[in-house]
């Protein structure tokens, strides 16, 4: 019995490519295993608390932070970049994303969701255990929506309407797409019978996931990724007409405080469903994301009031993002107390990205999406290698062909998770700057000097947020 205990706790590590999310199995339910209600009903609760931290908790995050006169473009740009985004994941997306293709992209199998029935079925980390495949299609169209919507953070308050959403098109397309196929995209653990059959298995995996690359919620596919399209953004639009110069605070910070425990709230589904089924390690996952949270809440507020001499709502807000960023590559990986020094960590070093290194190189990330997701996600991803190890209370990573728990190795996990971090940042970063290219190129990428002072608000949706 104890022994159960134990492969249950460590069944979500893969000893020759770690990651969290599955290729669909052709199986159908007749014909295999029948998924179990209760991983069902939590997948697709997950799957809501995703739409709710992007819709409204993303939403109001980032219209809490920018000047009144803006607020209303940011909150249409999140909302119809989630309906757009939501959309090309059923038509072409969640077949790249999770078909077998090649290392880098997928097929073709689930265009426009192909093939895809209420009894269709996609693997969890258990062997034997599936899901609906409908469900994990939902969930990760959540993932999809929310990566781009980031990205709006960076260009916010002087990007054209137009531009943003050709843009995250065509980076969704090219980036996004491709970075999940290659990090999380794998065969599932009933592949992994033998040695050969594991190794016949990881050759038709993606190409991060098969340098090993633990990645268990999203800090490379989503945080890494959007943070460097980010950073590229506000390099190709420029800064914002006075910055620098004339002050640019946040118009409701109470909308910020709302935004922020809703992304909290919401992150759960993102973390904890990410586990895929309904059992002790999505609990240890929950633990995990709360602590992390609340530990880069505290050490960004403390470091700001040591530095600056009084805590803010918004320091305590912005620490809080910067926990839940750090912890989604490490979530299922570390033990409690890991996750708790990861999310210490994570609140100093982002507040020294948005405010040392965002003042010695001079950019305008409006909303600091590098600062936070980038950088954020960079710490997260690294730090998983230390904490992953048994030794420090980690899962460690578990060999399924063998049937138990491999050696572990810190340096190699750690050149696993550069890999990772490295491939994230220079697709991503190629990509964007291409489509940044190519949309200013056709539409324009800024509004005229005019139209940005006088707001996006008016100028782009013909509306005021207040009256």
């Known amino acids: 019995m104890e022994n159960d205990t ?12 770690p990651a969290l999310l599955l290729g669909p199995l052709a199986a159908l339910a007749g014909d295999g295993p029948v998924p179990e209600k209760g991983d069902t009903a939590w ?24 000047r009144s006169k ?26 790249l994303a999770f078909t077998r293709g090649n290392a880098f992209v997928g097929g073709f199998d689930r265009l426009f969701m192909m093939g895809m029935k209420p009894e269709s079925v996609a693997a969890t980390f258990s062997r034997g255990v599936v899901v609906p495949e409908m469900a994990y299609f939902a969930f990760q169209a959540t993932f999809a929506a929310i990566t781009p919507c980031l990205v709006i953070g960076a260009f916010a308050e002087r990007m054209k309407f ?40 990881s050759a038709t995996a993606g190409f991060i996931f098969r340098k090993g690359a633990l990645d268990f919620a999203g800090g490379t596919v989503v945080h890494i990724n959007a943070g460097i399209a980010g950073i590229v953004g506000a390099l190709f639009v420029g800064r914002r007409l006075g910055y ?22 919401g992150w759960f589904g993102f973390n904890v469903g990410s586990n895929l089924e309904a059992n002790g390690l999505a609990a240890q996952v929950f633990v995990n994301t709360l602590l992390a949270t609340a530990a880069a809440a505290l050490s960004w ?25 750090a912890i989604p590559p490490a979530c299922g990986w570390v033990g409690p107390m890991g996750a708790l020094v990861i999310g210490l960590a994570a609140g100093i070093v982002c507040l020294l990205a948005v405010t040392r290194l965002k003042a010695a190189l001079g950019y305008d990330d409006s909303l600091d999406v590098f600062g936070v997701h980038c950088i ?21 990573v578990y060999d399924y062909a063998a049937n138990a728990v491999a050696g572990y190795s810190t340096a190699a996990q750690f050149g696993s998770q550069l890999w990772g971090v490295v491939i994230t940042v220079l697709w991503s ?21 005019e139209e940005e002072r006088q707001g996006l608000d008016t100028v782009s949706h013909g509306e005021s947020a207040y009256t």
């Open 162 to 201: 137009a531009a943003v959403l050709l843009f995250l098109v065509l980076w969704f397309t090219f980036a996004y797409l491709p970075i999940a196929h290659m990090v999380w995209f794998w065969a599932g653990p009933d592949a992994y019978t033998d040695a050969a059959a594991g190794e016949a298995a």
């Open 244 to 265: 620098g110069r004339v002050p640019m605070p946040p118009h409701n910070l109470p909308m910020v405080m709302i935004g922020t425990s809703l992304l909290w709230v």
């Open 6 to 17: 134990v492969m249950k706790r460590l069944k979500p590590a893969l000893v020759l490519a």
């Open 429 to 449: 970063g190629l990509v964007a700057a291409a489509a940044y290219a190519l949309v200013d190129a056709t539409v324009g990428l800024r509004v005229t000097e």
């Open 70 to 95: 803006n607020v209303l473009s940011v909150l249409m740009q999140v909302f119809i970049t989630f309906c757009v985004m939501v959309l090309l994941w059923a038509i072409y997306g969640y077949s």
């Open 301 to 325: 507020s403390f470091a700001e009031w040591l530095w600056r001499g009084t805590p803010t709502m918004l320091g305590a807000a912005s620490g809080a993002v910067a926990g839940l960023v």
């Open 43 to 66: 997948l697709l609760t997950a799957t809501l608390l995703v739409i709710l931290m992007t819709l409204p908790g993303l939403a109001l995050f980032y219209g809490g932070m920018v």
């Open 376 to 396: 954020g996600g960079i710490l997260g991803a690294l730090l998983t290698a230390v904490f992953c190890n048994p030794a420090l209370g980690g899962t460690g």
